[in-house]
């Protein structure tokens, strides 16, 4: 029935398509959301290199689904090579996540390799490498782990020896020619102790290859801490160059440095003071740093435990012959989530789950100072609002105001207000199939920051629109 019901949907489709290009997206974008992410997930995982037989099938599934659309195949088809295409892809990006820790020595040689640019530099063994290593991976997508653990071995020594051809071939080559450079500057004059330490580290490094042919890990390091020496060299002696030539004021160059910590600082929701020097700020970003970690460790160990859980009660249910509904329904609402988050970049807005909730915190939606006046600019980010909110039918929509703490707290307040209404008036507008009693507006002023408001990033995360998706029946 469902099919049926698609099919006709799609011949409507066929025939009203000149008259109505944004019906075409919005089907399109239904249709291909699930398979899209889940090839964006193998790509990011880089599937094509670690899971080739799989994502190979994936992706041409998914260009056999883009065909038949735009062929204006019926859309039974088009689903079926998205089905396909999906499972394929996922297969892939799991077959890559083991991949990436069996072969994670291999993997580094191979970056490592690239580093040095062995493709251009040592190409016949480059390939060599490249072979092998696909073999590696075509064979553990067959299931036998040992066998594909013994090709990635091969491919690892392979990648090493073109990494050790293309550093004595060109890296050494650069390094020296670095150190020239910086000594017809005559940066000794300025930065001798790190033009030594860059001259001192070539020298270690030349020995090295000499001595030990097969240990590359250490000469490399060594050619790597020359070449950045003899760079840190010239800009310092730049820097004392313009100092000398009264360029900058020495106040200027002390500040110049300040501004990078104080810019991680703000990231990282603190307040960088420099009254006692860098010290102090630099111990209280370690610390923060410490904390996420931890942070995230523990937040690892729970997903890993969730997902644990998950298997086992649906091998349990499996078990016993139960169909579990509640899996089902988590499932749908998991990839319903997905294919939302999918439509955002990192930029334009972050989509967090609440329970049965769903929210969309727009960090690229910006207003001129004082004005509630919904730009040009913004509409692109809202019209993928627009199709968020779609995909939860029966919700109610509420917009959310909220400023930083710069201001008196009325003007903040009717501020946050105004925009609220502002975003609530622009989805009424444009969008014909949501009720007016389905989207409510407010605004909270000041009153609800998640961030800092002493620091600047913490101001401008401050100064934002959300959108609540709220279940219906909460």
């Known amino acids: 029935m469902r099919n049926r019901f698609l099919s006709l949907f799609f011949l409507f489709f066929s025939i009203s398509i000149s008259a109505a290009p944004g019906f075409a997206d919005e089907l399109e974008n239904t249709l291909f959301a699930s398979a ?32 038949r659309y735009e062929r204006k195949h019926n859309v039974s088809k088009v689903e079926k090579d998205l089905d396909e295409a999906t499972q394929f892809l996922r297969l892939a990006t799991k077959t ?25 530099l040592a190409t016949e063994t480059w390939e060599k490498a490249e072979t092998r290593f696909l073999l590696a991976t075509k064979t553990l997508e067959t299931g036998s782990l040992e066998r594909a653990q013994g090709k990635a071995d091969d491919a690892e020594a392979l990648y090493r020896e073109a990494e050790l051809i293309a550093i004595k071939g060109n890296y050494l080559n650069q390094t020296r020619a670095k150190i020239d450079e910086a000594a017809a500057l005559k940066v000794k004059r300025y930065a001798p ?7 001192d580290l070539l020298a270690a490094a030349e020995t090295e290859l000499s001595e030990n042919r097969y240990d590359t890990d250490k000469p490399r390091a060594l050619v790597k801490e ?25 106040e200027q160059l002390l500040l110049q440095q300040e501004l990078p910590v104080a810019t ?3 990231e990282l929701d603190l307040v960088a003071e420099f009254d ?52 089902k329904q988590e499932e749908e609402a998991r990839e319903r989530l997905r294919r939302v988050s999918d439509y955002f970049r990192r930029d334009e807005a972050m989509v967090l789950s609440q329970g049965d909730n769903v929210l969309i915190r ?21 019209q993928k609002v627009e199709q968020a909110v779609r995909m939860y039918p029966g919700y109610t929509v509420v917009v959310e105001g909220h400023t930083d703490s710069f201001g008196s707290t009325q003007a903040n307040q009717t501020l946050s207000e105004d925009r609220a209404n502002a975003v609530r008036q622009y989805l009424l507008v444009n969008m014909n199939d949501l009720a007016a009693g389905a989207i409510e507006a407010y605004g909270y002023g000041e009153s609800q920051p998640i961030a800092n408001n002493e620091t600047r990033e913490g101001r401008k995360r401050n100064r934002r629109i959300d959108v609540l998706l709220k279940a219906p029946g909460i």
């Open 36 to 67: 899209r992410s889940a090839l964006a997930e193998a790509q990011n995982e880089l599937a094509d290199v670690l899971a080739p037989v799989s994502y190979g099938k994936g992706v041409a599934a998914y260009q056999s689904a883009r065909t």
């Open 96 to 120: 890559a996540k083991v991949a990436q820790m069996s072969f994670k020595a291999a993997l580094q040689a191979r970056t490592d390799a690239k580093g040095v640019d062995a493709m251009a």
């Open 193 to 199: 102790e790190t033009f030594a330490k860059a001259n």
């Open 226 to 250: 020359a070449f950045y020496e003899a760079k840190h060299a010239i800009y310092l002696a730049d820097q004392l160059e313009a100092l000398k030539r009264k360029e900058i004021t020495p």
């Open 264 to 266: 991680i600082a703000g």
């Open 276 to 327: 006692q020097g860098f010290d102090a700020p630099v111990a209280a970003i370690l610390k923060r740093i410490q904390q996420l970690t931890a942070d995230s460790h523990e937040l690892d160990e729970l997903k890993a435990r969730y997902a644990q859980l998950d298997q086992e009660f649906a091998a349990l249910e499996t078990k016993v012959g139960i169909q579990s509904e509640r899996l």
């Open 362 to 382: 727009m960090v690229g939606l910006n207003f001129d100072p004082g004005s509630a006046q919904v730009n040009a600019s913004n509409y692109a980010l809202l």
